[in-house]
């Protein structure tokens, strides 16, 4: 069914909107009822409704199948990624160990040869969490062990665990990169044969064990089986290199013993990039990308584009994608600007509910007790924390903030906001809670 359709499409449009578009596109459920197609990224669910293929898709379908087929386009990543990849634009190609790159270890484990130490931007937010990266991948299992890198989303954790596996399987040392789910995966794969030892023995022949996404490592079986294997490790001066999306310490699931064993080493947060770093890796990864791209444009997606340095990829490649539509080869920020204005959301307001609900869920308190007489210290200290962010963040009066947080007097408000000022300079861990807040307000604002 699927086939036919793409057939037609295939004769009917252009070839490179045929590349760009049709070709990553594979069926998940073929039927007289229904069609549902699988896309390996929202970026080209969202391209494909912008050049409306998805009404010409479905009207060929009602044409070649029956009139009345629903088809759906769902994000999935499919098994056969790799030959979807090499026909989209910029694929990021991944490379076994020992199969053509010289010298890396036949025992190292695949990795993407786009994320290297050269190609990673640093600044300011990021500086520190590079540079202990590269530390622990010239002198691995010293006094950096383990290395532990939280932080949000797309900021470059995984960047930064897979240039440490690119520097050292260039230096032939064996190191394994794997996500925290595929080890629970092969864990419990192990468990329900007779491989357990096999599994053991496969982990502890790395001399690099690089661990993404740490906090879904929620069962005491497998981290049972991972104190074991941390142990071996760190007593055998192997490096280990952990990512975080959230300081570990605040991971109730993981055990005290292991989150013990982390506090060891170097925990260190990497953040959202500043505006210069921003422009930095725009002019990076368009050069990676080969493009062409004024300046204008530049300084346009670093200041639209600022949450997290995935959005920025996402941007430059849909801007390659349409310059390559309408053969266009210079971008600029008006070509930039109307490209990408179904990403750019729209800024949305900030209420003091929102700022409330937001500060009980980090600090663990109801909301409720935050406009409550109630003057216990973590109550006190989350309604402090709540006024300063709603004075910072609503625009809404002194008497108003008063009034909202349970009719109280504006020097009230006023001295909550002084005292989380002093805070947020002379204690690291309050620095960090409203920080962590400021962020999830940025991200809400978008």
Same mark, same amino acid.
């Given at each position: 069914?699927?086939?036919?359709?793409?057939?037609?499409?295939?004769?009917?449009?252009?070839?490179?909107?045929?590349? !760009?578009?049709?070709?990553?596109?594979?069926?998940?459920?073929?039927?007289?009822?229904?069609?549902?197609?699988?896309?390996?990224?929202?970026?080209?669910?969202?391209?494909?409704?912008?050049?409306?293929?998805?009404?010409?898709?479905?009207? @060929?379908?009602?044409?070649?199948?029956?009139?009345?087929?629903?088809?759906?386009?769902?994000?999935?990543?499919?098994?056969?990624?790799?030959?979807?990849?090499?026909?989209?634009?910029?694929?990021?190609?991944?490379?076994?160990?020992?199969?053509?790159?010289? /010298?890396?270890?036949?025992?190292?484990?695949?990795?993407?040869?786009?994320?290297?130490?050269?190609?990673?931007?640093? /600044?300011?937010?990021?500086?520190?969490?590079?540079?202990?990266?590269?530390?622990? !991948?010239?002198?691995?299992?010293?006094?950096?062990?383990?290395?532990?890198?939280?932080?949000?989303?797309?900021?470059?954790?995984?960047?930064?665990?897979?240039?440490?596996?690119?520097?050292?399987?260039?230096?032939?040392?064996?190191?394994?990169?794997?996500?925290?789910?595929?080890?629970?995966?092969?864990?419990?794969?192990?468990?329900?044969?007779?491989?357990?030892?096999?599994?053991?023995?496969?982990?502890?022949?790395?001399?690099?064990?690089?661990?993404?996404?740490?906090?879904?490592?929620?069962?005491?079986?497998?981290?049972?089986?991972?104190?074991?294997?941390?142990?071996?490790?760190?007593?055998?001066?192997?490096?280990?290199?952990?990512?975080?999306?959230?300081?570990?310490?605040?991971?109730?699931?993981?055990?005290?013993?292991?989150?013990?064993?982390?506090?060891?080493?170097?925990?260190?947060?990497?953040?959202?990039?500043?505006?210069?770093?921003?422009?930095?890796?725009?002019?990076?990864?368009?050069?990676?990308?080969?493009?062409?791209?004024?300046?204008?444009?530049?300084?346009?997606?670093?200041?639209?584009?600022?949450?997290?340095?995935?959005?920025?990829?996402?941007?430059?490649?849909?801007?390659?994608?349409?310059?390559?539509?309408?053969?266009?080869?210079?971008?600029?920020?008006?070509?930039?600007?109307?490209?990408?204005?179904?990403?750019?959301?729209?800024?949305?307001?900030?209420?003091?509910?929102?700022?409330?609900?937001?500060?009980?869920?980090?600090? /663990?308190?109801?909301?409720?007790?935050?406009?409550?007489?109630?003057?216990?210290?973590?109550?006190?200290?989350?309604?402090?924390?709540?006024?300063?962010?709603?004075?910072?963040?609503?625009?809404?009066? @002194?008497?108003?903030?008063?009034?909202?947080?349970?009719?109280?007097?504006?020097?009230?408000?006023?001295?909550?906001?002084?005292?989380?000022?002093?805070?947020?300079?002379?204690?690291?861990?309050?620095?960090?809670?409203?920080?962590?807040?400021?962020?999830?307000?940025?991200?809400?604002?978008?």
């Amino acid at each position: 069914m699927w086939k036919k359709i793409k057939d037609r499409l295939g004769a009917s449009e252009n070839a490179n909107i045929v590349k !760009a578009f049709i070709n990553p596109l594979r069926a998940v459920k073929e039927s007289n009822e229904e069609l549902i197609i699988g896309c390996p990224s929202q970026q080209i669910v969202t391209l494909l409704e912008k050049q409306r293929l998805d009404q010409k898709i479905l009207s @060929l379908a009602r044409e070649l199948i029956s009139p009345d087929i629903a088809v759906r386009f769902v994000v999935k990543k499919l098994v056969d990624m790799e030959g979807i990849q090499s026909s989209l634009p910029l694929p990021e190609t991944t490379e076994t160990a020992g199969d053509g790159k010289k /010298g890396r270890s036949q025992k190292s484990t695949a990795i993407s040869n786009e994320f290297t130490f050269n190609t990673f931007v640093a /600044g300011p937010s990021n500086k520190d969490v590079y540079e202990s990266a590269l530390y622990v !991948a010239r002198h691995p299992g010293t006094n950096r062990n383990p290395l532990v890198i939280y932080g949000g989303t797309g900021l470059g954790k995984t960047h930064l665990l897979q240039a440490i596996g690119n520097f050292v399987g260039s230096k032939t040392r064996p190191f394994c990169y794997i996500s925290t789910q595929k080890l629970i995966n092969d864990f419990y794969k192990a468990m329900s044969g007779d491989g357990i030892q096999k599994f053991r023995e496969g982990l502890l022949a790395y001399d690099f064990m690089l661990i993404d996404d740490i906090q879904f490592m929620k069962t005491p079986g497998i981290q049972e089986e991972f104190f074991r294997m941390f142990n071996e490790y760190h007593h055998a001066k192997k490096q280990i290199v952990i990512t975080s999306d959230r300081y570990p310490g605040e991971i109730r699931e993981i055990d005290s013993r292991l989150r013990s064993r982390f506090d060891g080493g170097v925990t260190i947060e990497i953040r959202p990039p500043e505006l210069d770093t921003r422009i930095a890796i725009v002019h990076k990864k368009a050069e990676l990308y080969e493009m062409k791209i004024d300046d204008e444009a530049v300084f346009f997606i670093a200041k639209n584009f600022k949450n997290n340095v995935r959005q920025i990829e996402g941007a430059l490649k849909t801007l390659q994608i349409s310059a390559e539509i309408v053969g266009r080869r210079d971008i600029s920020k008006d070509f930039a600007a109307d490209r990408l204005r179904d990403m750019i959301k729209v800024r949305t307001s900030i209420s003091m509910d929102d700022i409330i609900k937001m500060t009980a869920t980090v600090m /663990g308190v109801k909301g409720a007790d935050i406009l409550s007489p109630e003057r216990s210290k973590q109550v006190s200290l989350s309604r402090q924390i709540a006024m300063f962010l709603s004075k910072k963040y609503t625009g809404s009066t @002194l008497v108003d903030i008063g009034r909202r947080f349970g009719g109280r007097d504006h020097s009230t408000v006023i001295s909550s906001v002084s005292r989380i000022e002093k805070l947020f300079m002379d204690d690291i861990n309050i620095k960090k809670i409203v920080e962590k807040l400021e962020r999830e307000i940025e991200d809400m604002k978008y």
